[in-house]
């Protein structure tokens, strides 16, 4: 993939973020989705590629947009893997929450995992404590070790989970390890992104969540040196089914960050949609202009870039509210 493909993508997520963000508070997630949706896919079209989602909206009958096979791009090489989320938490930005994000990850033909839309156990970690923690470790361990890689002490250590039911084991011991606790409502990807920078304040990911945003939050963390580690939680025979069309037998085993996003290559890219730790959201202008913030990165080089973009809401026609 060439370098200059990095820039091109972040167009993709800002007009993705653009097109949604005046749903924010209004308590309408599904129309939101749709406005990043068409606007992504719209901008997609124009990027030098010959793309196929492989992490999107659902399969051909349950999407109308960025469905899973589509193709996406010129039809230019190189061919890439595209994973998406137009809107990264659509509770969030219905409710006027903290970090809703539009993201994309591409990365050369076949290294992608195809990720079926079923429960993920993930682990997530920046650049200090990589390689030092794992899913088949407890919980106590795990903070342990993330300390020790931080040089502070296990009260110092702020875990992120989502806030939910299934979760309360592992905040009962996170608690009893003597740790600090952030609970989410929504949008791990951007918890997970947010363990690879301090200045955020935090430092591990614990739980489940969706698969695909574990393969768009691996392909984040390979750019910026953390890790990731998922283990598949199937609930049915279809879903099992699914695994083992991936080539996956063993639905225990854990997933390393190399097994999600296979090589040295991947560009993720993300804008804030609303207000968040990492980016910040989109901001009007009165009717004609508007502010984004977008993180783009690539695997490959190391190179992290933030964006601040000014933008010309006449002149984009997609945007609407």
């Given at each position: 993939?060439?370098?200059?493909?990095?820039?091109?993508v972040?167009?993709?997520?800002?007009?993705?973020?653009?097109?949604?963000?005046?749903?924010?508070?209004?308590?309408?997630?599904?129309?939101?989705?749709?406005?990043?949706?068409?606007?992504m896919?719209?901008?997609?079209d124009?990027?030098q590629v010959d793309?196929?989602?492989?992490?999107?909206?659902g399969?051909?009958?349950e999407?109308?947009?960025l469905?899973?096979?589509?193709?996406?791009?010129t039809?230019s090489?190189p061919?890439?893997?595209?994973?998406?989320?137009?809107l990264?938490?659509?509770?969030i930005?219905?409710n006027g929450?903290?970090?809703?994000?539009?993201?994309?990850?591409?990365?050369?033909?076949?290294?992608l995992?195809?990720?079926?839309?079923?429960?993920?156990?993930?682990?997530?970690v920046?650049?200090k404590?990589?390689g030092k923690?794992?899913?088949?470790a407890?919980?106590?361990?795990?903070?342990?070790?993330?300390?020790?890689a931080g040089?502070?002490?296990?009260s110092?250590?702020?875990?992120?989970l989502?806030?939910?039911?299934?979760?309360?084991?592992?905040?009962?011991e996170?608690?009893?390890?003597?740790?600090?606790i952030?609970?989410?409502?929504d949008?791990?990807?951007?918890?997970?992104?947010?363990?690879a920078?301090?200045d955020t304040g935090?430092d591990?990911?614990f739980?489940?969540?969706g698969?695909?945003?574990?393969v768009?939050a691996?392909?984040a963390?390979k750019?910026?040196g953390?890790?990731?580690q998922?283990r598949?939680?199937p609930?049915?025979?279809a879903?099992?089914?699914?695994?083992?069309?991936?080539g996956?037998?063993?639905?225990?085993?854990v997933?390393?960050?190399?097994?999600l996003v296979?090589g040295?290559?991947?560009?993720f890219?993300?804008?804030?949609?609303?207000e968040g730790e990492l980016l910040?959201g989109?901001?009007?202008?009165?009717?004609?202009?508007?502010?984004t913030?977008?993180l783009?990165?690539?695997?490959?080089t190391?190179t992290?870039?933030?964006?601040?973009a000014?933008?010309d809401?006449?002149?984009k026609?997609?945007?609407k509210g």
């Amino acid at each position: 993939m060439e370098r200059e493909l990095a820039l091109e993508v972040v167009r993709v997520t800002e007009l993705a973020a653009l097109s949604c963000a005046r749903w924010m508070g209004r308590g309408q997630k599904m129309e939101a989705d749709d406005a990043a949706t068409s606007a992504m896919r719209l901008m997609f079209d124009t990027i030098q590629v010959d793309g196929t989602v492989v992490i999107g909206e659902g399969e051909m009958d349950e999407a109308p947009m960025l469905y899973i096979g589509e193709k996406l791009g010129t039809g230019s090489l190189p061919k890439v893997d595209i994973a998406v989320d137009p809107l990264e938490g659509t509770n969030i930005l219905a409710n006027g929450l903290w970090n809703a994000l539009s993201v994309v990850a591409i990365a050369p033909e076949g290294t992608l995992l195809h990720a079926p839309d079923m429960y993920m156990d993930k682990i997530a970690v920046g650049p200090k404590a990589r390689g030092k923690v794992s899913l088949d470790a407890s919980v106590k361990e795990n903070l342990e070790a993330v300390a020790a890689a931080g040089q502070k002490d296990v009260s110092d250590v702020v875990a992120v989970l989502l806030d939910r039911p299934r979760h309360q084991k592992i905040i009962d011991e996170i608690r009893a390890a003597g740790a600090r606790i952030k609970l989410i409502t929504d949008g791990d990807v951007a918890a997970a992104v947010n363990t690879a920078f301090e200045d955020t304040g935090v430092d591990i990911m614990f739980g489940s969540g969706g698969a695909p945003e574990g393969v768009l939050a691996a392909a984040a963390l390979k750019c910026l040196g953390g890790d990731l580690q998922g283990r598949l939680l199937p609930e049915d025979e279809a879903q099992l089914a699914r695994c083992r069309d991936m080539g996956i037998t063993d639905v225990t085993k854990v997933l390393s960050l190399d097994d999600l996003v296979k090589g040295d290559d991947a560009i993720f890219a993300a804008t804030g949609v609303t207000e968040g730790e990492l980016l910040r959201g989109v901001r009007f202008m009165g009717k004609s202009k508007a502010r984004t913030h977008s993180l783009v990165m690539r695997a490959k080089t190391g190179t992290v870039r933030f964006v601040e973009a000014l933008h010309d809401l006449n002149r984009k026609s997609i945007i609407k509210g």
